[in-house]
């Protein structure tokens, strides 16, 4: 389970906590030929047949996180493609509502990725990024590398 680097430019009154990304659950095979019990699959090595849930959480206090209401945070997933292709799409994201209160307060979301993704390797980068209610960038970010990710065709 790794973190995410994450940094915070407004004051000590508002802090970003218990940073990490899960290479989560994939989905069912879509043709298995046969499972056994106690058959662990690998979060790593994939289908293309297959889904896959990462999975972010962290955990903000301070007082200053009573003042932002109507922020959001925005998290994304970037998928690239070794080698002469890219990904399609590429970028698979969540947006989470900021709730208002001095915290401790967690949050969690998950980011799909649907099934159909070309036989290949995959660098997987996540990211985190803060959005005032107008659309607009706050000094809130983090970021996690999660390795690589092969998807090899059935």
Known sequence: ??????????????????????LGAEGPDGSPIWTFPGDNPTNRII????????????????PLATLMGGCKYVCRL???QMGQSEATPGVYQSVVNHIPVAGP??????IFIPAGLQ?????????LNMLDASGNPIPVAGFADLGFLQVFGN
């Open 1 to 22: 389970m790794p973190t995410f680097n994450c940094e915070v430019n407004l004051n000590a009154g508002f802090q970003i906590q218990n940073e990490n990304v899960i």
């Open 47 to 62: 289908s293309t047949d297959q889904s896959l849930n990462v999975r972010a959480d962290w955990t903000t206090v301070g």
């Open 78 to 80: 970037f998928l690239e």
């Open 105 to 110: 307060q967690p949050y969690s979301t998950p």
């Open 119 to 127: 036989a290949g390797v995959y660098r997987l980068v996540f990211s």
